[in-house]
């Protein structure tokens, strides 16, 4: 429960960040900001990302004890590719210094880039350890401090220096000071075996590290790449405040989906892991079909209703001078930011339980392509808007060669048919419910759909077990229902 409580604190604080950034910055200056973050965001997924998946899939409370080899060989990594970016960084400052003095100067800012990135790098590192050794309060914590230290800095740098470059590295430090107070409770310096081990050991660590997880990054990083470049098509084509409208739609949007999906991640795959480690590869692969329908179940009715809430958002929160393009883009990405979502916490964790991650990456790579065309295609013919498009088909293609990988062969995972059709269906009950709220004014349409949208499908799922959540919720809270619904 402290996992589910720190996602839900970071995800209400990153949207209140994010408009609050967006509204002292304004829509170009976001737009440079939003770019950079893109990119401080690939660097983190090109260089720490693997870091981070070998904690999840190969660190634990048991790893910990008897095989310290695999977390010395995590530390030596990271700190050996973090000090590596540092001084990139400032040589990039440095030249920029000289070259072009300004916050708006580009080597200026991608040595800003540099710095978010490190501090991206540290935080989910540190969180991916918490989540491997089930430490839920640790990581409740953890989150607490980030957020915390991301607000003040971050926000207070936008009011007193309102430049994209000082609110990038306001946002790396923030992450960076996070992990200090968690350091002692998440490291391994009370081993004292540690010390003992030798370099082969370490070598070998980091060679099983990279088999495992370079497949993986090379998607990622694709699925990063994506909304960067198309960012950059915008803020080329249209300008940075263009870029600045498309970004603060895609951005809470997809801090919406990521957040809840990781969420349900950082639990379903580690009982997944669990399985394998106590009950075999079979146990697992039920676990992850089990997981798939969880996931779908709780996405779905996540993005119905973002979508039924976006014209109430747009009039109550988003600054004013971004609303009107800010619904527009929110309704041709939310398709995809769905896509994503499914991909990366219901239909990769099938290919990384089974350690075979090469048709991740296939899928991804075809994705960048529907991308690329659509980038050459759409924006000709239908405007900025065409880019929000290109993304959305994108990812869905890339969800369904990947969901076709999963589905069929000798090794197919078995379909949770039922649960999915029971999801569908009860997320259009849901819309049809919400739809007469949704034009009411926007004070009262936004708790109204909200109401009406958990009601309503809430009631669906209990009364039909969609996906096994009431029969989950039996398990978990048995003496705090009465007899008469259990």
């Not at 990271?78 to 300004?102: K, R």
């Not at 098509?233 to 498309?246: H, M, Q, S």
């Not at 009411?440 to 109204?448: D, I, Q, R, V, Y």
């Amino acid at each position: 429960m402290a996992v589910i409580a720190a996602f839900v604190l970071n995800a209400g604080l990153n949207f209140v960040l994010g408009i609050a950034i967006a509204r002292m910055l304004g829509p170009a200056d976001f737009g440079r900001f939003a770019l950079a973050t893109a990119g401080a965001v690939v660097l983190n997924t090109l260089l720490f990302e693997w870091l981070r998946l070998s904690a999840t899939r190969f660190y634990s409370a048991r790893v910990r004890e008897a095989e310290p080899w695999i977390r010395r060989g995590l530390d030596r990594a990271y700190a050996c590719i973090a000090l590596a970016l540092f001084a990139a960084a400032a040589v990039c400052a440095g030249l920029g210094i000289v070259v072009n003095p300004t916050p708006e100067g580009r080597l200026v800012m991608t040595a800003g880039t540099m710095v978010a990135g490190i501090g991206i790098g540290l935080f989910d590192y540190h969180a991916a350890l918490a989540r491997a050794r089930f430490i839920g309060g640790a990581y409740l914590r953890l989150v607490v401090w980030k957020n915390a230290l991301a607000f003040v800095l971050m926000a207070g740098t936008a009011w007193l220096f309102p430049q994209p470059v000082w609110v990038l590295i306001a946002g790396g430090v923030s992450q960076f000071l996070a992990v200090l107070p968690m350091r002692k409770v998440l490291g391994d310096r009370d081993l004292g075996h540690v010390s003992l081990l030798s370099p082969g050991q370490v070598r070998k660590t980091l060679r099983l590290f990279a088999v495992y997880g370079l497949p993986l990054i090379a998607a990622n990083a694709v699925y990063q790449i994506m909304p960067f470049l198309n960012r950059a098509v915008i803020a080329g084509t249209a300008g940075f405040a263009e870029a600045g409208y498309f970004a603060l739609a895609a951005d809470l949007g997809s801090r919406a989906f990521s957040t809840l999906g990781a969420a349900l991640d950082l639990l379903l795959f580690q009982i997944a892991v669990q399985a394998e480690e106590h009950h075999g590869r079979e146990a697992a692969e039920t676990q992850v079909s089990r997981n798939l329908a969880i996931v779908v179940a709780l996405l779905l009715p996540c993005a119905t209703g973002y979508w039924a809430v976006t014209p109430a958002l747009q009039a109550l929160i988003v600054p004013e001078e971004f609303r009107g393009p800010f619904a527009g883009y929110t309704d041709l990405l939310i398709p995809g930011l769905l896509c994503l979502s499914i991909m990366n916490f219901a239909l990769n964790p099938v290919f990384q339980i089974r350690r075979r991650t090469s048709p991740v990456v296939a899928a991804a790579l075809l994705g960048l392509a529907v991308n690329g065309i659509g980038l050459v295609l759409l924006p000709r013919m239908i405007g900025p808007q065409g880019v929000a498009v290109a993304q959305t088909l994108g990812l869905a293609t890339a969800v369904v060669v990947l969901g076709l990988r999963a589905l069929t062969g000798s090794a197919r995972l078995r379909l949770p048919g039922r649960d999915l059709a029971l999801t569908a269906g009860a997320c259009l009950i849901m819309v049809l419910a919400v739809l007469p709220f949704r034009g009411l004014e926007p004070a009262l349409a936004l708790p109204t759909c909200v109401a009406a949208g958990v009601l309503v499908y809430g009631a669906l799922v209990w009364f039909l077990d969609i996906a096994g959540l009431r029969s989950i919720a039996r398990e978990r809270f048995p003496k705090r229902m009465p007899a008469t619904v259990r």
